[in-house]
């Protein structure tokens, strides 16, 4: 199964339908967005899969959101968000509590924690711990999403347009 991680897409309408049509064409089966979607519109950009949403620091309309990713019948997590999929336990927040971040991934509860919020790819493995960070769709150079191939944990980041 092959997982789509994104974040950080503040509103970016025309990088963000970029990335989705990326993760078409590698035919990812569903996605995580890691918080700070920025506006409703995104939020149906992301409808070709089953997609789990947190929100980020500058998602300040959460009602709005959250009304928007159930209308869209895909799943608001809150402020965090955990998931098991083919065995694999994944959690994924935004990041901007520092200290959440660090608890989670030192927990080793997890085998997958994916976070955003500073816009910088982050791919590194903490004890048992697969920690990723996408990148950012928005305000980045380059502007990046990951896909991360399930069971394995085989982690690919991918440069869009």
Same mark, same amino acid.
């Given at each position: 199964?092959? #997982?789509?991680?994104?974040?950080?897409?503040?509103?970016?309408? @025309?990088? /963000?339908?970029?990335?989705? *049509?990326? #993760?078409?064409? !590698?035919?990812?089966?569903?996605?995580?967005?890691?918080?700070?979607?920025?506006?409703?519109?995104?939020?149906?950009?992301?409808?070709?899969? @089953?997609?789990?949403?947190?929100?980020? =620091?500058?998602?300040? &309309?959460?009602?709005?959101?959250?009304? &928007?990713?159930?209308?869209?019948?895909?799943?608001?997590?809150?402020?965090?968000?955990?998931?098991?999929? #083919?065995?694999?336990?994944?959690?994924?927040?935004?990041?901007?509590?520092?200290?959440? !971040?660090?608890? /989670?991934?030192?927990?080793?509860?997890? &085998?997958?924690?994916?976070?955003?919020?500073?816009?910088?790819? *982050?791919?590194?493995? *903490?004890?048992?711990? !697969?920690?990723?960070?996408?990148?950012?769709?928005?305000?980045? =150079?380059?502007? /990046?999403?990951?896909?991360?191939? #399930?069971?394995?944990?085989?982690? =690919?980041?991918?440069?869009?347009?």
């Amino acid at each position: 199964m092959l #997982l789509g991680v994104v974040s950080d897409t503040h509103g970016d309408v @025309p990088r /963000t339908r970029a990335a989705v *049509r990326m #993760l078409e064409s !590698l035919g990812v089966a569903a996605v995580i967005h890691c918080g700070d979607i920025g506006t409703p519109e995104i939020v149906s950009m992301f409808s070709c899969w @089953p997609t789990h949403f947190v929100f980020g =620091n500058c998602d300040h &309309d959460r009602k709005t959101l959250r009304q &928007d990713i159930i209308a869209a019948r895909q799943t608001c997590h809150g402020t965090f968000g955990e998931l098991e999929f #083919l065995g694999v336990q994944v959690a994924f927040l935004h990041g901007d509590d520092s200290e959440l !971040l660090e608890t /989670t991934i030192a927990g080793g509860r997890f &085998d997958v924690v994916c976070h955003g919020h500073t816009h910088v790819v *982050r791919h590194e493995r *903490r004890g048992k711990t !697969l920690v990723l960070n996408p990148g950012a769709i928005h305000r980045a =150079n380059p502007h /990046t999403v990951a896909t991360v191939e #399930l069971p394995r944990l085989i982690v =690919n980041v991918v440069t869009i347009g």
